[in-house]
């Protein structure tokens, strides 16, 4: 299970932190990602981070504004958002497979249990 909180409206530049808390399942063997959908856009891969060995994946987009961590004392995944930009208003999804279920983990079709999304919204 899954369930993602932080969102929220903030203005361009500013940060968000977003949380997904999950259970009922190991960290080391899975993959859990952010990903978001803009209405009438195809879902996009954001950040993903592979338990087994912390590996990190961040889409181009957001790279260097945006870092994913990890929790496990809390069993909870972070998306510590930076220097938001209109572009990022999206509603924001986490999502898990087995990392043997994945092919890279980049890409939202290979993630097999998602939780509720929460809005991001950044005004200009």
């Known amino acids: 299970q899954l369930q993602a909180s932080g969102g929220g409206l903030v203005q361009a530049g500013g940060s968000l932190r977003l949380s997904c808390a999950a259970s009922g399942f190991r960290f080391d063997d899975n993959a859990i990602a952010w990903i978001r959908q803009v209405p009438g856009k195809e879902r996009e891969g954001v950040s993903c981070?592979?338990?087994?060995?912390?590996?990190?994946w961040y889409a181009d987009s957001v790279k260097g504004r945006f870092t994913i961590s990890s929790d496990r004392a809390k069993n909870t995944v972070y998306l510590q958002m930076n220097s938001l930009k209109a572009e990022d208003t999206a509603v924001y999804y986490c999502a898990t497979s087995l990392e043997s279920h994945l092919l890279g983990g980049t890409e939202p079709h290979e993630y097999d249990y998602w939780g509720q999304g929460t809005l991001v919204t950044v005004s200009s």
């Open positions: 981070i592979f338990g087994s060995n912390g590996e990190r």
